[in-house]
DNA sequence: GTCCCGTTGGGG
DNA sequence: CCCCAACGGGAC
């Protein structure tokens, strides 16, 4: 997988999104709830409960994981079941949902701010090309010379990942 | 159960 | 600061 799609007509597409993928060495998030067992301060009042500082697993997706998760969030916004499983044994179905729902949202935001309107809130359209931005990625997808019916797409997609 | 939405908190 | 995974809660 590497930063730079492009791929030509109805493309095929990888579908290959399972198989490579090679597990990380980490891959997984950081040591999950690690505080100490903190013997219980004894006698302490029963409702008493002393906050237990449950500490946020920041999970960091690796690049592959995230490219996998782009070039599938191109063609469904929303997760059909648990069909990405496969591709992320590593990650519970939680993260992925997770990571699409965020997505969702980054891709809302996003377009409200930053997509190209005309006049009236609509996809920008100019000559042959309709400039397509689904998120914080670039996309061009471009129609060229329709002839009847058969629209030819040409998919450039430029996964930045920073 | 998932979704949306606002929010929280970890980490660069 | 910002980014973003994860959380909480209400709605369906």
């Not at 997984?28 to 009042?45: I, R």
């Not at 990625?137 to 990942?161: A, C, G, M, V």
Request: proline content about 7%; some cysteine; charged content about 20%.
């Amino acid at each position: 997988c590497t930063s730079f799609y492009l791929f030509p007509t109805v493309s095929p597409l990888p579908s290959s999104t399972d198989l490579l993928i090679q597990d990380s060495p980490d891959s997984s998030t950081s040591p999950e709830g690690k505080q100490s067992a903190s013997a219980e301060n004894s006698a302490t009042k029963k409702e008493d409960k002393v906050p237990v500082k449950k500490q946020k697993a920041r999970t960091v997706f690796s690049s592959p994981q995230l490219c996998v998760f782009n070039d599938r969030f191109q063609r469904q916004k929303y997760l059909s079941l648990q069909k990405i499983q496969t591709s992320s044994r590593d990650l519970s179905y939680k993260q992925v949902k997770t990571w699409f729902q965020n997505q969702r949202m980054k891709s809302k935001r996003w377009q409200r701010n930053n997509w190209p309107k005309n006049s009236n809130g609509v996809t920008q359209v100019t000559g042959n090309f309709i400039l397509f931005f689904p998120f914080s990625d670039l996309s061009i997808l471009s129609i060229p010379e329709t002839h009847n019916s058969s629209h030819r797409q040409l998919w450039l997609s430029l996964y930045p990942f920073r």
